[in-house]
């Protein structure tokens, strides 16, 4: 190929070919300006532009789809990325039945979001976007109160109804919500794709974490509906990533994804060098994104880009860099990159 683009490099690298160098992006939460679409999509084009990042997550706020189900959130009150809880939709373990299919151009949290990737594509018609789509499994524990993170807890919520406790009374209804949030979901996709969407994000959050779900747990209430939601997006590049510690990343090897992304620096996971037929994304600790780590962050992604350098890759921190991350750490990661391909 003559003149790369940047669709040219993200659609090879997650097909599995080389490109003619790694590509680089970074996101974090706008907290301030992730409260309606005009906000969200202006902050995103701004830090897209500042960067010049080779392909853009578009990091939606946290809470917006347990909204299509009728959580309520104060956005004036946040703790990390999360505002405050009001109120949860699943309350006690029958109110898992009330969970139904939601249609797409009704819900306004949905509308809001496409009509930010509209906005986001009109203001960068040459740069890949993915959006960022929690798996079911994630939204039924954030409606029900609960965190998806092992040994956390939802901003503000004082009686998360149990998930051991929904299994145990109502396991029929759990895999009943479950697969109406997959259908929502899976044609909140199709939408997207008709708005420009080059992919997903796909986040199974923290829910392959032992702590929460063993294994037999996890395969019966999140693979099948993942895979109905990885389905509507199955001709879109897809990157799905699964966090924090004990993420096993080994599980979504039979998923229908081109990228997988884990924290390669946390307890329980394995490393940068782990055997994988999808393109890796990640390689950089995202905890270092303040001033004071620029050079770890230098090292970290020299060495990744090192021990990646036969195999098709994409540099990136291995989740959300803080709000609060510092121009200058965010420059010097997008210039190791650059600085290594002169």
């Known amino acids: 190929m003559g003149q790369w683009t940047r669709k040219d490099r993200f659609e090879a690298l997650l097909s599995g070919e080389m490109a003619d160098r790694p590509i680089i992006s970074a996101w974090k939460h706008f907290l301030d300006k992730e409260q309606n679409a005009e906000d969200l999509a202006g902050e995103t084009i701004d830090f897209a ?8 997550k578009i990091n939606p706020r946290a809470t917006y ?3 299509v189900w009728g959580s309520r959130f104060d956005f004036d009150d946040y703790e990390w990325v999360f505002p405050k809880q009001l109120s949860a939709q699943i309350c006690n373990p029958l ?4 969970v139904e299919v939601k249609d797409v151009s009704k819900s306004a949290p949905l509308l809001e979001q496409l009509n930010a990737v509209k906005l986001i594509r009109n203001g960068l018609s040459d740069t890949p976007i993915i959006q960022t789509v929690f798996s079911p499994l994630t939204v039924l524990l954030f409606i029900a109160g609960q965190s998806f993170y092992a040994d956390k807890h939802i901003y503000g919520s004082q009686n998360p109804v149990s998930m051991k406790a ?5 396991r029929a209804g759990v895999h009943k919500a479950l697969h109406a949030i997959a259908l929502t979901i899976a044609d909140y996709v199709s939408e997207l794709e008709k708005v420009g969407i080059d992919g997903l994000f796909y986040a199974v959050t923290g829910t392959a974490n032992h702590k929460l779900f063993n294994v037999h747990e996890f395969n019966e209430f999140s693979r099948p509906y993942d895979l109905i939601v990885l389905e509507a997006a199955r001709n879109k590049k897809n990157i799905l990533h699964t966090c924090g510690e004990h993420a096993k990343p080994e599980l979504f090897k039979d998923y229908f994804i081109d990228g997988i992304s884990w924290d390669t620096k946390a307890k329980g996971n394995v490393d940068l060098s782990a055997s994988f037929n999808v ?16 050079l770890k962050i ?7 880009l090192e021990l990646m350098k036969n195999e098709p890759f994409i540099l990136a ?3 959300a860099v803080p709000p609060n991350a510092s121009q200058v750490a965010l420059k010097e990661f997008k210039q190791t990159l650059m600085e290594g391909n002169e």
């Open 317 to 319: 921190p291995n989740c």
């Open 166 to 170: 929904l299994f145990a009374e109502n």
């Open 49 to 56: 532009n500042q960067y010049e990042w080779d392909w853009v």
């Open 298 to 304: 230098r090292l970290e992604a020299e060495a990744a």
């Open 65 to 67: 789809l347990s909204e």
């Open 95 to 98: 109110d898992v039945w009330g």
């Open 279 to 294: 393109t890796k994304v990640g390689g950089v600790d995202h905890s270092h994104f303040d001033e004071s780590n620029a």
